[in-house]
Structures are given as C-alpha cells and as structure tokens.
C-alpha cells in the first residue's frame, strides 16, 4: 500500500490545526523524523506503542484519530484499480464523461485537476483516465466558479493559482466528487429522491440528496449534502451522467462526536455525549487488521447444485455509528433545560446550570439508575445518551427498507404504502431496542411509533389508532452538516426516553426482524440493500454478531433491484459444512417467547440442528434437527392454500393443524413483486417454487437482561447444503396467545 509522506504530512498540517494540543505537535515531529517514501514502512508500532502507553485518555483518543486518518490516505488510494486498462478505454461516437467536462469550458477546472489525482499509488493512472473508460459514473462536476471559491477559502487567498493547488486539496474535490456505479446505471436526476444515494464516492462516502425551491425563477433545485446545487443536470454521456455544481461537495472529516460538537445547536447533547464518555466510544472508524490481512474472494465448493461460485469479499470493514439528536431548543421546550449563554468567544458559559438540570431530568427518566458516576451503564444520564446511538452507519434510506411490503413498487420508492418497521439494538447497558416506523400515514420516519391497525384477515394494515405519535426524524439540520466521517446524526423533535410504555406497548408484539439487520457491519459498509445484486462472500470475524467455523461459507445476496420475494430483497446463505452461531437481539420484558425463523422448501436447503442458551460457545440443542428438504405440502408440515372461498373458518383450520407440526404460513405483510410492478399479492398465498414458510423453533422463557445465542449446525456429511436465512421473529406469548389468535400479518 503505497503512499508518499508528503501527502501525508499536508494533510497532518490541516489536522494538527484543528487540534491544539502540545502533545500533537509533538507526535508530529516524531512521524516527520520517520520520513519515508512509502507509507508501508511507516512505524506504526512506535504510533501504536503511544497509543497505549499513554495513561490520558483524551491523548489516546487524539492519537488514534490520527492514526485512523494516517492509514486511510493510503487506503484510499489502494482501494480502486491499480491501472486503467488501456484496451478498456472506448473507441466510440460519443463522449466520455472526461471529453465532455474537458471540451467543457465552465468545467476546465475541474478537468485540470482530474488529471492530476492519481487513481492509486500504485500507478501513474489518474482519474481523467478513469473516466475515459468504460463503465458507469456519476460525476459531480464543480464549476470554474465553484472550484475557484473553494481554494480561495482553502488557502486564504483571493484569485489562488490552481496550479498550485496540493494534492490533497485536489483529492479531495475530485474523489468525493465521483460515484463508480459498477454494473448499476448512472445515476440521473429522476434517480434523486430525499435521502441518501445508494452508491458511495471514491472515498466510500455517502452524497446526501435534498431539494431546494428557487423563489424567484420558480424552480425547484437539486441539493448535494444540502449545500452544492446542480446547476446543470443529466449531462448524458458514453459512460455515465454528468452533472454541474455550484459548489464543491464538503465533506467532513470529522468523527461523528466531533461533528456534533461542532453543530452550533447540539451544545447540549453534546455536552452530555463527552460527560458521560460516550463521545470517546463513538471514533473507531476502520479495523486496520482486516484492511491488512482480508480474503480477496470467496467461493463455494464446486460441487453446489448451482455450479460452484467465486465472489468478492468486502474490501473495507469501516465501523460506525448513527445518532438521533435533540436539539438545544428541544430540551429547552420540552424538558425546562436552560438555553447556552455564549461569551465573546462561542463558549457556552452555564454548563453548570445545564448540567444539574439535565441530571435531575434523566434521573426522573430513569429512576433505577443510581449510580451517580456518569460514565457507569448505571447512571440516568449514561443510559438516556445510549439510548440515543446505534453500533452501525445507517445512511438515511436505510434507516426503515423498503422493498416488497404490500401496495409498494421498489421502482417508485417515493411511495409508500402501509407501515413498515426496524428494530435497531442500541449501545450501551441495559440492552434494549428502538423501532423505526415509516409508512404512507406515518408523516416521516418515526422513533417508538404505536398503534393499533387493521390487522385482521380480510384487513388493509391500515393505521387505525395512534395513541403515540413517535418522535420525528430528520435528514438534515436546517445548514449544519450531518454526514460524519464514521456516521451520520439525525436531528429528532421530541426528548427520546425508554419510559415503561417503550417495552409495554411499543414492543410488545411479535418482533420480525430481517437478518441483515442485526448485522451492523452491512449496513456501515453499505452492503444492505445494494443496486448490482452482486454476492458477498463475509469471511469469519468480520460480522460482530455471527461466529462461524472456517468450513461454513457465508453470503450476502442482495436483491434490490429484482422482484425477489424475500423479506426486505435480501437473504443470507449459509453453505457448506455449517456450523454458525448468531446473537439474538435482546427481548423487552421477562416472559413467555416463541422464536421463529423464514423456513423454505428447495431441495438442497439441507438439515441442521438448532441450539438456544445464554453461553456462545455451548448452547443447548433445542428440537429435532430441522429438515428444509421437506416439501411443504408433506404431511409432516401441511401447509394448503387458502381456499378461493376465503371461507374464514377452513383458513383457520389449516394454520391451526400446520401449527401444531410447528410451522406456520408466510405473512400476508409481504408480497410479491410484479416484474417491477406494484406488490399485489401476499406471500402467505404464493405457491410453487417461492413457497416459504416459518418454523416455530422454541418457546419458553426470556429475560431483557440475559445474552441468548442460536446455533446452527448441519447434520450432514455434505459440503452442497445450504441455510437460507432470510428472516426470524421473536413473539411474545401475549400475541401469539391471545383471545384473538395471532394476526396474519
């Protein structure tokens, strides 16, 4: 991994700026005195030794930082193509994304700097070769005016010579600029909805897509991260889409705690974040040992029915963070806590005031934490923060998927139909869950949503009563950026407490959860829901909640773009000799659950044995091994279609006889989709080759303070098998026990 230290040591000249502190410069010194020409022999022990060695917890932190940003500038040039391949570039009629920004005059600029930013250390490739192939890109494309204006504030200096522009100015207007699309299109304008790209740019970050009105010429504009406007779109060429900024795309490289604390109205979240020490667990932002040391690929036995595969394993594994945030005035209106008074210099002069208030709210909150040290899991405060934060990046369009629920078109994602749902584990101790809500009654997406619906057989899912509204969430915060370098924050509109009707109302009901969700390290890679449908071999140590032998193949395969009837488009295989363990989100309240899990009928699904118990390592076998092999009409399962009659009471019949084999039928929430069309009909009556069914695993009881882990393990001699694990719900015994029976849905 090739970098030279002069774009090192600019780019530690802006970081050291940011952080006064002796120590820093210090440091500095020391990584100048190791000059080297290549960044891979760079002594990272004698950077690591500092980190650890030092007893100050603030420096650590600095220190680690540093480090985190020292690597990436080199991994970030390691990550694309070493060299463009001369024999891919295009003999064509029509431009290249290239020749049009070149030929372009209001885009010279930006076609000069194109030129100079190498692609990878590795080669003398630069980007104006990049995109002088083929391939699908989006480019962003700022103005002369807007490249002008960005160096001027850069450099302090009016009218600054572009050719004088260092390096790491010129990366940076250029890869985060740059969208590699793949296999996928291009993306145009009507591609644009409110939220978040599903593709990131070359420095694997996440463009966020808001919309202005011009008042005055009457038009609606395209906002990039809320700040650069498309002047000129759906520039079409040979490979890709081109399309003019007035600005260039700002992205911050801040940790997302940094972020905050730079947000002029989260002085007190803020505040609280660093008091309780969570601003110091929230900077991680890539495991260096995977980057060094990760498979490049991974395969199936060639023997599988399907012919044996190869795929790409993930190149990066970045860690990550999501916030919801009050804002100051939240807290003020909401909770009586004072505004911040600011001196001369910005800096809030009541922290005291602000501080016993908080404290005396958080403990009303949260009566049973007593502890008074605010960095115990025991303190009101502690809790009341971590409550707020979820272990995973989740772009804006990922916090609620949408994709195969009943009425809605994967190809018009603007609109939405009946609610759907996450439940999302949050940081810290007790373990507890948050659910998201967004749906066409829900006015957004919304925190701890209740309501009852219409849920009956015959019935429309519609929402019926809200007796809790849920707190509002927010992309943007109004000009603030909200996109860090390891997450993102979401402002919120009401205090965000886990008060005794989260667990009593909100989250007593059946939980369904898809098993990409409890993977926090898809979604912070931004493998959830992907447009290419490429599959993902996930090599051992690389998801934080599964555990897996050297002989079981894990695969992502995302299905985003194709009428998968799949819950959420997605599903995870397990092939081969498997033998995996996976951790259970945590339940709400002690009682009586049923534990569930998407059970299919293909014929090289395999036999596996489940295990249940609260040690990782030794859990309990739990039934007889299961057998996905069984057709689902076999006696053994029963599963019919519904009569065409929709007589009521033979429907009921049939669940009742496949609930005593322990199976029930698919759920009528789902569906499937039509080639691309409108979801019409549900998945509980699809038959023939997408017959899925669930199998009651387990029933017995829980508790919201105890860790259980399920083990899946074949039984057979036989590296062909596959475990498709699509999704699992816990239910508690009030739902699937009730007076009423078990809803459909």
Request: aromatic residues 14%; charged residues 25%; glycine residues 6%.
């Amino acid at each position: 991994m090739g970098c030279s230290f002069s774009y090192i040591k600019c780019y530690f000249r802006y970081v050291l700026k940011s952080i006064s502190n002796p120590f820093s410069v210090s440091l500095f010194a020391k990584l100048n005195f190791y000059r080297t020409e290549n960044i891979s022999d760079f002594p990272f022990t004698n950077l690591l030794f500092y980190i650890f060695a030092t007893k100050s917890r603030k420096i650590k932190m600095k220190i680690f930082k540093l480090f985190t940003i020292l690597f990436l500038l080199g991994s970030f040039f390691s990550s694309c193509s070493d060299k463009v391949d001369e024999s891919n570039l295009y003999v064509f009629k029509g431009k290249s994304a290239y020749q049009f920004i070149e030929s372009s005059e209001n885009l010279n600029s930006y076609a000069y700097l194109m030129s100079r930013v190498q692609i990878s250390s590795k080669s003398p490739s630069v980007y104006s070769d990049l995109l002088s192939q083929r391939g699908n890109f989006t480019v962003f494309a700022p103005t002369n005016e807007a490249i002008q204006e960005f160096l001027d504030s850069v450099y302090t200096t009016k009218n600054f010579d572009i050719t004088q522009t260092e390096d790491t100015v010129a990366e940076f207007i250029i890869r985060n600029s740059i969208i590699d699309n793949g296999e996928s299109e291009a993306y145009k304008t009507t591609d644009m909805n409110y939220g978040t790209l599903g593709s990131a740019n070359m420095n694997d970050r996440y463009l966020q897509i808001s919309f202005d009105n011009d008042s005055v010429k009457g038009k609606a504009y395209i906002l990039i991260n809320n700040k650069s406007r498309i002047v000129s779109e759906d520039n079409e060429v040979s490979n890709g889409y081109i399309h003019a900024i007035d600005r260039v795309i700002d992205m911050s490289n801040s940790s997302l705690p940094d972020l905050i604390k730079q947000t002029p109205n989260l002085r007190i979240f803020s505040r609280m974040l660093e008091i309780t020490g969570w601003a110091d667990s929230l900077v991680e932002y890539i495991d260096l040992e995977y980057e060094y040391n990760h498979p490049e690929y991974g395969s199936i036995d060639p023997g599988n029915t399907s012919g044996g595969e190869v795929g790409p394993s993930p190149e990066h594994r970045y860690i990550g963070y999501t916030a919801f945030t009050e804002t100051d005035s939240v807290f003020e209106n909401q909770w009586g806590i004072p505004a911040p008074i600011l001196d001369e210099n910005d800096n809030v002069t009541n922290y005291a005031e602000i501080e016993a208030k908080f404290i005396e709210k958080c403990k009303e909150a949260y009566p049973l934490a007593t502890d008074e040290d605010l960095t115990s899991h025991n303190n009101a405060v502690n809790q009341f923060i971590s409550y707020h934060l979820l272990p995973e990046r989740i772009t804006w369009n990922n916090l609620v998927v949408h994709h195969n629920e009943m009425g809605y078109s994967y190809k018009n994602p603007t609109r939405l139909t009946i609610d759907c749902w996450e439940y999302y584990e949050t940081m810290g101790k007790p373990r507890r869950l948050i659910k998201l809500t967004e749906g066409s009654q829900t006015n957004g997406i919304r925190i701890n949503r209740h309501c009852t619906y219409d849920n009956s057989f015959f019935g429309t899912y519609d929402e019926l009563v809200v007796d809790r509204p849920g707190a509002l969430v927010t992309q943007l915060n109004g000009g603030s950026s909200t996109n860090a370098l390891n997450g993102f924050y979401y402002p919120i509109d009401e205090v965000l407490v886990y008060d005794d009707d989260v667990p009593g109302k909100v989250l007593n009901e059946r939980l369904r959860f898809d098993f990409a969700a409890i993977c926090p390290e898809l979604m912070t890679n931004g493998m959830r829901q992907v447009e290419d449908n490429r599959w993902r071999f996930i090599p051992s140590g690389y998801i934080s909640t599964f555990w897996y032998t050297d002989d079981t193949k894990w695969r992502y395969v995302p299905y985003h773009s194709q009428d998968q009837h799949n819950m959420q488009g997605d599903e995870i295989n397990i092939i081969g000799q498997y033998d995996l363990t996976f951790k259970l989100p945590p339940v709400p309240f002690e009682g009586t659950w049923e534990l569930r899990m998407c059970a299919p009928e293909i014929q090289h699904f395999g036999m596996f044995q489940v295990y249940l118990g609260t040690d990782r390592k030794n859990p309990s076998p739990i039934g007889l091994p299961l057998d996905f092999r069984v057709a689902a009409s076999n006696p053994k399962i029963g599963w019919k279609p519904d009569p065409k009659d929709d007589d009521l009471d033979q429907i009921r019949e049939i669940d009742k006889a496949m609930r005593n084999q322990g199976y029930m039928k698919n759920n009528k929430h789902n569906g499937c989709p039509a080639s691309g069309g409108v979801v019409s009909q549900s998945l509980r009556s699809v038959e023939g080759d997408y017959i899925r069914l669930r199998k009651i695993l387990w029933s017995g009881n829980m508790k919201p303070n105890e860790t259980y882990y399920i083990r899946i393990k074949s039984v057979l001699n036989n590296t062909r098998t596959c475990c498709m694990l699509d999704y699992f719900e816990m239910v508690p015994k009030s739902v699937y026990n009730g007076e009423s029976g078990e809803d459909p849905w």
